[in-house]
């Protein structure tokens, strides 16, 4: 930016660079990397499992009123693939939720350099999109809505 990128080349710099990437720059920047790495294979993960809206078993508790609605509606629902699609939410979602309150804090410490990156505004929907998408906690048999599996699809683009 400034017009002086050969200083960087200097051996100094670059030494200096070195020690400061091996130090704080690898930690932080591998940390990060798992965290994200985590939080897509689980919400991939969850996209996979979880019933679409379109298949019988939502389509049938979503015509039934949801006080009428029982486990037993919840058919080719194993106990297994139904604590998966529980876990991969709960994890998904808090992984999101800790990644959305860091992206707050990096706003509020340096509101112009993080308005003028252009990543920042694709990872504030990105979260805000996968915590609605794994909300199936108020539906019968983890089903998603039809509106929610298309927030999904975009949480998954993004």
């Not at 139904?82 to 998904?92: D, E, G, L, N, Q």
């Not at 308005?115 to 990872?123: A, G, P, S």
Request: include cysteine; aromatic fraction near 18%; glycine fraction near 4%.
């Amino acid at each position: 930016k400034q017009g002086y990128p050969n200083l960087l080349k200097h051996p100094l710099v670059v030494s200096y660079l070195d020690c400061k990437w091996n130090k704080f720059g690898r930690f932080w920047f591998f940390q990060n990397l798992f965290v994200y790495i985590l939080f897509l294979s689980f919400l991939t993960a969850f996209g996979l499992t979880v019933i679409s809206p379109l298949e019988n078993t939502c389509v049938h508790v979503f015509n039934k009123s949801f006080n009428g609605s029982t486990p037993e509606d919840c058919t080719g629902l194993s106990a297994h693939k139904y604590r998966f699609i529980i876990a991969s939410a709960v994890i998904t979602a808090v992984v999101a939720l800790g990644r959305l309150i860091a992206e707050v804090v990096q706003l509020v410490k340096h509101p112009l350099d993080y308005i003028q990156d252009w990543v920042n505004w694709l990872e504030i929907p990105l979260y805000i999109c996968s915590i609605i998408f794994t909300f199936v906690f108020a539906t019968p048999c983890s089903c998603v809505y039809n509106w929610q599996w298309q927030i999904g699809v975009v949480s998954v683009f993004l």
